[in-house]
Protein backbone atom coordinates (compact mmCIF):
# COMPACT_ATOMS: atom_id res chain seq x y z
CA UNK A 1 0.00 0.00 0.00
CA UNK A 2 0.98 3.62 -0.89
CA UNK A 3 1.32 6.49 1.19
CA UNK A 4 -1.65 7.92 -0.95
CA UNK A 5 -4.44 5.40 0.77
CA UNK A 6 -3.01 6.58 4.60
CA UNK A 7 -4.81 9.98 4.37
CA UNK A 8 -8.63 10.73 5.80
CA UNK A 9 -10.51 13.98 5.47
CA UNK A 10 -13.30 14.26 7.71
CA UNK A 11 -15.74 17.46 7.81
CA UNK A 12 -17.68 18.37 10.59
CA UNK A 13 -15.14 16.29 12.31
CA UNK A 14 -14.92 18.11 15.44
CA UNK A 15 -18.13 16.41 17.35
CA UNK A 16 -20.75 13.42 16.84
CA UNK A 17 -21.06 11.49 14.10
CA UNK A 18 -18.04 13.29 12.27
CA UNK A 19 -15.75 12.94 15.40
CA UNK A 20 -16.08 9.20 15.90
CA UNK A 21 -15.44 8.46 11.90
CA UNK A 22 -12.34 10.79 12.36
CA UNK A 23 -11.23 7.94 15.45
CA UNK A 24 -12.45 5.19 13.72
CA UNK A 25 -9.73 6.57 10.77
CA UNK A 26 -7.21 6.97 13.07
CA UNK A 27 -7.80 3.26 14.95
CA UNK A 28 -7.46 1.81 10.94
CA UNK A 29 -3.98 3.58 10.83
CA UNK A 30 -5.05 6.59 8.79
CA UNK A 31 -3.87 9.47 9.14
CA UNK A 32 -6.78 11.74 10.09
CA UNK A 33 -7.38 15.47 8.84
CA UNK A 34 -10.20 17.53 10.08
CA UNK A 35 -12.27 20.52 8.75
CA UNK A 36 -14.58 21.95 11.31
CA UNK A 37 -15.18 25.44 12.65
CA UNK A 38 -14.23 23.90 15.98
CA UNK A 39 -11.13 22.84 16.64
CA UNK A 40 -10.81 19.06 16.66
CA UNK A 41 -10.05 16.83 19.45
CA UNK A 42 -8.81 14.19 16.52
CA UNK A 43 -6.17 14.56 13.98
CA UNK A 44 -5.13 17.28 12.52
CA UNK A 45 -7.16 19.87 12.85
CA UNK A 46 -8.10 22.76 10.71
CA UNK A 47 -10.40 25.01 11.46
CA UNK A 48 -12.66 26.90 8.81
CA UNK A 49 -16.47 27.91 8.12
CA UNK A 50 -17.21 25.82 5.75
CA UNK A 51 -20.51 27.24 4.85
CA UNK A 52 -18.18 29.96 2.68
CA UNK A 53 -16.20 29.37 -0.36
CA UNK A 54 -13.22 31.24 0.02
CA UNK A 55 -12.54 29.83 3.85
CA UNK A 56 -13.58 26.75 2.52
CA UNK A 57 -10.85 26.55 -0.34
CA UNK A 58 -8.22 27.92 2.42
CA UNK A 59 -8.58 25.24 4.64
CA UNK A 60 -8.13 22.67 1.98
CA UNK A 61 -5.22 23.95 1.25
CA UNK A 62 -3.64 23.64 4.54
CA UNK A 63 -5.27 20.14 4.48
CA UNK A 64 -3.53 19.10 0.87
CA UNK A 65 -0.39 20.86 2.17
CA UNK A 66 1.25 17.32 3.87
CA UNK A 67 -0.02 15.55 0.36
CA UNK A 68 -2.62 14.03 -1.15
CA UNK A 69 -6.15 12.80 0.69
CA UNK A 70 -7.60 9.41 -0.79
CA UNK A 71 -10.01 9.06 1.41
CA UNK A 72 -12.51 11.86 2.08
CA UNK A 73 -16.29 12.26 3.85
CA UNK A 74 -18.55 14.90 3.57
CA UNK A 75 -19.81 14.74 6.73
CA UNK A 76 -20.42 18.74 7.67
CA UNK A 77 -24.10 19.60 7.67
CA UNK A 78 -27.15 21.82 9.16
CA UNK A 79 -30.76 21.88 9.34
CA UNK A 80 -32.55 24.47 9.11
CA UNK A 81 -35.94 22.97 10.39
CA UNK A 82 -38.85 24.79 9.05
CA UNK A 83 -42.28 24.23 7.44
CA UNK A 84 -42.67 24.82 3.59
CA UNK A 85 -44.36 28.31 4.45
CA UNK A 86 -41.72 29.41 6.89
CA UNK A 87 -38.63 27.67 5.34
CA UNK A 88 -36.52 31.47 4.44
CA UNK A 89 -35.17 31.79 0.93
CA UNK A 90 -32.03 32.10 3.35
CA UNK A 91 -31.99 28.91 4.73
CA UNK A 92 -32.15 27.00 1.87
CA UNK A 93 -29.12 28.76 0.18
CA UNK A 94 -27.76 27.99 3.71
CA UNK A 95 -28.47 24.32 3.39
CA UNK A 96 -27.42 23.73 0.04
CA UNK A 97 -23.66 26.16 0.59
CA UNK A 98 -23.41 23.53 3.77
CA UNK A 99 -24.87 20.60 2.98
CA UNK A 100 -24.00 20.59 -0.96
CA UNK A 101 -22.02 22.74 -2.40
CA UNK A 102 -19.09 22.19 0.38
CA UNK A 103 -19.06 18.32 -0.05
CA UNK A 104 -18.48 19.21 -4.26
CA UNK A 105 -15.61 21.55 -3.29
CA UNK A 106 -13.93 19.61 -0.85
CA UNK A 107 -14.21 16.28 -3.53
CA UNK A 108 -13.16 18.60 -6.41
CA UNK A 109 -10.04 19.45 -4.35
CA UNK A 110 -8.81 16.06 -3.43
CA UNK A 111 -9.85 14.28 -6.98
CA UNK A 112 -6.15 14.77 -8.12
CA UNK A 113 -4.27 13.09 -5.73
CA UNK A 114 -6.86 10.28 -5.78
CA UNK A 115 -6.42 9.92 -9.51
CA UNK A 116 -2.84 9.75 -9.74
CA UNK A 117 -3.28 7.52 -6.84
CA UNK A 118 -5.52 5.06 -8.86
CA UNK A 119 -7.46 5.11 -5.70
CA UNK A 120 -10.11 6.48 -3.71
CA UNK A 121 -12.86 6.51 -1.51
CA UNK A 122 -15.54 9.15 -0.93
CA UNK A 123 -18.53 9.01 1.67
CA UNK A 124 -21.38 11.63 1.17
CA UNK A 125 -23.41 11.61 4.16
CA UNK A 126 -26.72 11.72 3.76
CA UNK A 127 -29.93 11.27 5.89
CA UNK A 128 -33.25 9.25 6.18
CA UNK A 129 -35.12 12.62 6.06
CA UNK A 130 -33.96 12.43 2.07
CA UNK A 131 -36.97 10.04 1.65
CA UNK A 132 -39.24 12.48 3.28
CA UNK A 133 -39.50 14.48 6.85
CA UNK A 134 -41.67 17.09 7.44
CA UNK A 135 -40.61 20.74 8.42
CA UNK A 136 -37.42 19.44 6.28
CA UNK A 137 -37.60 21.32 2.99
CA UNK A 138 -34.26 22.91 3.24
CA UNK A 139 -32.29 19.95 4.67
CA UNK A 140 -34.52 17.18 2.87
CA UNK A 141 -33.45 18.39 -0.76
CA UNK A 142 -29.93 18.89 0.06
CA UNK A 143 -29.46 15.51 1.29
CA UNK A 144 -31.25 13.40 -1.22
CA UNK A 145 -29.14 16.05 -3.73
CA UNK A 146 -25.90 14.53 -2.58
CA UNK A 147 -27.76 10.68 -3.15
CA UNK A 148 -27.70 11.94 -6.70
CA UNK A 149 -24.00 13.26 -6.66
CA UNK A 150 -23.45 10.17 -5.40
CA UNK A 151 -24.70 7.77 -8.01
CA UNK A 152 -23.26 10.56 -10.46
CA UNK A 153 -19.57 10.48 -9.00
CA UNK A 154 -19.51 6.61 -8.88
CA UNK A 155 -20.39 6.25 -12.81
CA UNK A 156 -17.81 9.12 -13.64
CA UNK A 157 -14.80 7.72 -11.28
CA UNK A 158 -14.92 4.35 -10.94
CA UNK A 159 -12.74 3.70 -13.78
CA UNK A 160 -9.99 5.71 -11.59
CA UNK A 161 -10.49 3.17 -9.01
CA UNK A 162 -12.44 5.56 -7.41
CA UNK A 163 -15.64 4.40 -5.40
CA UNK A 164 -18.61 6.88 -4.27
CA UNK A 165 -21.25 6.08 -1.68
CA UNK A 166 -23.67 7.51 1.12
CA UNK A 167 -24.83 6.95 4.10
CA UNK A 168 -28.20 7.73 5.37
CA UNK A 169 -28.10 7.66 9.42
CA UNK A 170 -31.59 7.52 11.25
CA UNK A 171 -32.17 9.18 14.80
CA UNK A 172 -28.75 9.01 16.27
CA UNK A 173 -27.84 10.30 20.00
CA UNK A 174 -24.98 12.52 19.13
CA UNK A 175 -24.81 15.32 21.86
CA UNK A 176 -27.20 17.63 20.13
CA UNK A 177 -29.61 14.99 20.11
CA UNK A 178 -29.43 14.17 23.56
CA UNK A 179 -29.53 17.85 24.58
CA UNK A 180 -32.72 18.20 22.52
CA UNK A 181 -34.41 15.08 23.22
CA UNK A 182 -34.30 14.24 26.69
CA UNK A 183 -34.44 10.93 27.42
CA UNK A 184 -37.40 10.79 29.95
CA UNK A 185 -39.17 13.27 27.63
CA UNK A 186 -42.70 11.28 25.52
CA UNK A 187 -40.95 12.67 22.17
CA UNK A 188 -37.78 10.54 22.80
CA UNK A 189 -39.18 7.67 24.13
CA UNK A 190 -42.14 7.88 20.57
CA UNK A 191 -38.86 8.22 18.45
CA UNK A 192 -37.34 4.89 20.08
CA UNK A 193 -40.47 2.99 19.81
CA UNK A 194 -40.48 3.75 16.16
CA UNK A 195 -36.74 2.14 15.42
CA UNK A 196 -37.56 -1.44 15.08
CA UNK A 197 -34.28 -2.51 16.80
CA UNK A 198 -35.79 -0.48 19.76
CA UNK A 199 -32.67 2.02 20.67
CA UNK A 200 -31.29 5.26 19.09
CA UNK A 201 -28.32 5.12 16.83
CA UNK A 202 -25.11 5.91 18.16
CA UNK A 203 -22.17 7.90 16.25
CA UNK A 204 -19.98 4.72 16.38
CA UNK A 205 -22.98 2.56 14.49
CA UNK A 206 -22.35 5.37 11.47
CA UNK A 207 -18.60 5.49 11.72
CA UNK A 208 -18.72 1.59 11.31
CA UNK A 209 -20.32 1.80 8.34
CA UNK A 210 -18.17 4.97 6.98
CA UNK A 211 -15.30 2.60 7.91
CA UNK A 212 -16.11 -0.05 5.68
CA UNK A 213 -17.16 2.14 2.81
CA UNK A 214 -13.31 3.75 3.25
CA UNK A 215 -11.79 0.41 3.08
CA UNK A 216 -9.36 -0.90 0.51
CA UNK A 217 -11.68 -4.34 0.73
CA UNK A 218 -14.28 -2.11 -0.68
CA UNK A 219 -13.68 -1.57 -4.18
CA UNK A 220 -16.54 -3.22 -5.48
CA UNK A 221 -19.08 -1.17 -4.01
CA UNK A 222 -19.99 2.07 -5.43
CA UNK A 223 -23.26 4.58 -6.41
CA UNK A 224 -24.77 3.14 -3.18
CA UNK A 225 -26.96 4.35 -0.40
CA UNK A 226 -26.64 2.24 2.89
CA UNK A 227 -29.56 3.77 5.48
CA UNK A 228 -27.81 2.95 9.05
CA UNK A 229 -31.71 3.48 11.29
CA UNK A 230 -32.26 0.81 12.61
CA UNK A 231 -34.95 -0.40 10.17
CA UNK A 232 -36.65 2.64 10.02
CA UNK A 233 -36.66 3.35 6.77
CA UNK A 234 -37.84 -0.28 5.85
CA UNK A 235 -40.88 -0.21 3.73
CA UNK A 236 -39.80 3.10 2.41
CA UNK A 237 -39.22 3.40 -1.66
CA UNK A 238 -35.77 4.21 -1.58
CA UNK A 239 -34.22 7.31 -3.20
Given amino acids: MTHYTERLLVTGGASGIGRAIAEEGRSLGWDVVVIDRDKAPVG ?3 TADLSDPDATAAA ?18 AVFPNSLEEQTLTEVDAAYALNLRCAIQCTQAVL ?3 KEAGFGRIVNMSSRAALGKELRSAYAASK ?6 TRVWALELGEHGITVNAIGPGPIATELFNRANPADSPRTKEI ?14 IAHTAGYFLSDRAGFVTGQTLYVCGGMTVGVAPA
Avoid: K, W, Y
Wanted: charge should be negative; avoid cysteine; glycine fraction near 12%.
Fill in 112 to 114: PGM
Fill in 144 to 149: AALIGL
Fill in 60 to 77: LDEALADGPVTRIVNNVG
Fill in 44 to 46: HAV
Fill in 192 to 205: VQSVPVRRLGSPDD
